[in-house]
Every structure is written in C-alpha cells, then in structure tokens.
C-alpha cells in the first residue's frame, strides 16, 4: 500500500480525523470501556498464572469439637510440647542470681563511695 492510498482514505473518513472533538460523555465511555478492558487483562492474568496464593498457610485452626477427642488430644500434645520449648529458652533461677550478683558486684562499688561520700558530708 502506498502513501496517497492512506491518504485517501483518510480523507475520505472526515468523522475519524485528528480534530473532531469528542463530548464529554464519549470520553467517560471510552475510558470506562479500556478500564475494564485493561483490568479484566489484568485479573485473568494474575489468576492463572500465579500459583503463589495456593500456598499460603492456613494461620487458624478451628477449636476441636468435645466429640473429637483425637483432636483435642492432639492439640493438648503440641501446646506442652511448645510449652516445654519456651520453658528451655528461659534462664533458670540458677542462672538468674549468678548474673544479678555479676551486675550488682559492678553498681556495688559505685554505690559504696556514694554513701561513704554522703555520710561524711553529713558528718562534717
């Protein structure tokens, strides 16, 4: 095709030119009609090909029926198993007063000289 075919039929089609302009309405119709064009591409795109969603974790459990004793055994079983986890990350009492009297032994000194110096202010 050459160039005066195009022109000629470009001309020939006065309704379609560069300066017709368009109402208001035509161009809300026209942006809604790409909008949903647009995101309906969109939305099928994003729902057949990521599989990610599939893969989520379920994050809530329904509580066990009192007729499901299996269930609720089972949850009994994994609450004291985490349970006895936590209770190991914690320090014991042992632990505990062993570094109390590292931390006092450091603020011991200081707090010394602070009424030592305090009491012979008062005494003098």
């Known amino acids: 095709m050459d160039w005066k075919e195009i022109l000629r039929r470009r001309l020939a089609m006065p309704n379609t030119g560069p300066n017709k302009k368009k109402t208001e ?12 064009k647009y995101y309906s591409e969109w939305k099928g795109d ?3 090909t990521n599989e990610f969603y599939k893969t989520i ?9 009192e ?3 299996l269930l609720q055994k089972l949850r009994e079983e994994s609450r ?18 062993v570094r109390m009297d590292k931390r006092l ?16 202010s008062q005494g003098a």
């Open 25 to 36: 309405q035509e161009l809300k119709d026209e942006e809604m009609d790409l909008f949903t």
């Open 46 to 48: 994003r729902k057949n």
């Open 57 to 65: 974790p379920r994050f809530y459990y329904r509580l066990p029926a």
């Open 67 to 69: 007729d499901e004793v």
């Open 80 to 97: 004291a198993v985490f349970l006895q986890r936590k209770s190991r990350e914690l320090l014991d009492n042992e632990e505990l007063q």
């Open 105 to 120: 032994l450091w603020k011991l000194p200081i707090f010394y000289l602070y009424c030592v110096c305090h009491r012979a």
